[in-house]
């Protein structure tokens, strides 16, 4: 019998919870958030109280064990994320994992081999699919207008960050151990997540990747190449030890008769350029930018709709990135 309103139980709760997550979860319909859970009980306590959660744990068992929780968020490291949503599924409880999905392509696997046992669903909080931005581009290029999609390239570079050089306090996104890879394993699922959801899986991915500023152990400079099951092929750079000047966020949909520009995280304008000239589109999203995607989430486990943004669709970027890197 299905549920007639989600309750949320949150494993984690840091920076994503406060301003893309959690306020989503809380304002979409037939959803609400009962429970939360940091190793730090203090701190799940204050992010309780302070947005109106009436429980908090130190225990992600008792967590999920929960009688009134009837789905499992989960906003720690990639790492855990396997361990996490297994046990969640094994209690008969859906998780929606922040991406990636996983720390390695493996542990995707697992994770789907569970789901596929238990019967449980498992989505992935790869929510850029749902956004009116990137909708935008989606139906820019299915109306043809730049033509035949022939290459796609994207490029991304970014200076350093302060914590960057605090070597006896990484972040943990540089921390391989618990975040997969760098910044490339943090930032670059979404712009392989989106590509695939326009041109459908890539089948063929190889790379390259060095650590040229030597401010943590990870790669900081990538360069990989892809090709999608059409045939269409693209490629793709990655820099987070750039100069200020160097700054870029754009990935290019080039076509027979024209081309995309967009960006992927500073939402810049999307710019058409084909036979009509240069045309530009300035797409507002919504004020939680997950919601679009949790909504769908919970329609699903209701039962009044699908949603795509599951977990074998979220495995195949987890693939691809760990093939440019070399891990497979």
């Given at each position: 019998m299905k549920p007639d309103t989600i309750r949320w139980g949150f494993i984690g709760c840091g920076d994503v919870t406060k301003h893309k997550s959690g306020p989503a979860l809380q304002a979409a319909d037939n959803s609400t958030v009962v429970a939360v859970m940091s190793r730090d009980l203090d701190k799940a306590q204050k992010y309780a109280k302070e947005r109106g959660i009436k429980k908090w744990y130190d225990d992600a068992q008792q967590l999920i064990e929960d009688p009134e929780v009837n789905a499992i968020y989960i906003a720690t490291p990639p790492s855990s994320h396997a361990t996490y949503a297994i046990m969640s599924m094994k209690e008969g409880k859906p998780v929606y994992i922040e991406k990636p999905m996983a720390a390695t392509y493996e542990e995707c696997t697992r994770i789907n081999r569970i789901a596929k046992e238990t019967g449980v669903k498992c989505f992935v909080a790869y929510y850029r699919r749902y956004l009116p931005y990137f909708k935008k581009v989606q139906e820019l290029v299915n109306n043809g207008e730049i033509g035949n999609p022939i290459n796609v390239q994207i490029r991304f570079a970014q200076p350093p960050r302060d914590l960057d050089y605090n070597k006896e306090n990484l972040p943990w996104r540089v921390q391989p151990d618990i975040a997969g890879g760098g910044y490339f394993y943090d930032l670059a699922p979404h712009q392989i997540d989106l590509?695939?959801?326009?041109?459908?899986?890539?089948?063929?991915?190889?790379?390259?990747?060095?650590?040229?500023?030597?401010?943590?152990?990870?790669?900081?400079?990538?360069?990989?190449?892809?090709?999608?099951?059409?045939?269409?092929?693209?490629?793709?750079?990655?820099?987070?030890?750039?100069?200020?000047?160097?700054?870029?966020?754009?990935?290019?949909?080039?076509?027979?008769?024209?081309?995309?520009?967009?960006?992927?995280?500073?939402?810049?304008?999307?710019?058409?350029?084909?036979?009509?000239?240069?045309?530009?589109?300035q797409v507002e999203n919504p004020e939680h930018v997950q919601q679009p995607l949790i909504q769908a989430v919970v329609d699903d486990l209701l039962g009044k709709s699908v949603c795509s943004c599951d977990g074998i669709s979220a495995t195949t970027t987890n693939w691809v990135m760990d093939k440019i890197l070399g891990k497979i």
């Open positions: 590509l695939q959801e326009l041109f459908g899986c890539i089948l063929s991915a190889s790379g390259y990747k060095s650590n040229l500023g030597k401010l943590y152990k990870a790669e900081d400079t990538i360069s990989g190449c892809f090709q999608f099951e059409s045939g269409l092929v693209g490629s793709g750079s990655w820099c987070f030890v750039a100069h200020e000047s160097a700054k870029e966020d754009r990935i290019e949909i080039i076509g027979d008769k024209g081309m995309i520009c967009f960006s992927v995280y500073s939402f810049q304008p999307i710019a058409l350029h084909n036979r009509d000239g240069r045309t530009e589109f």
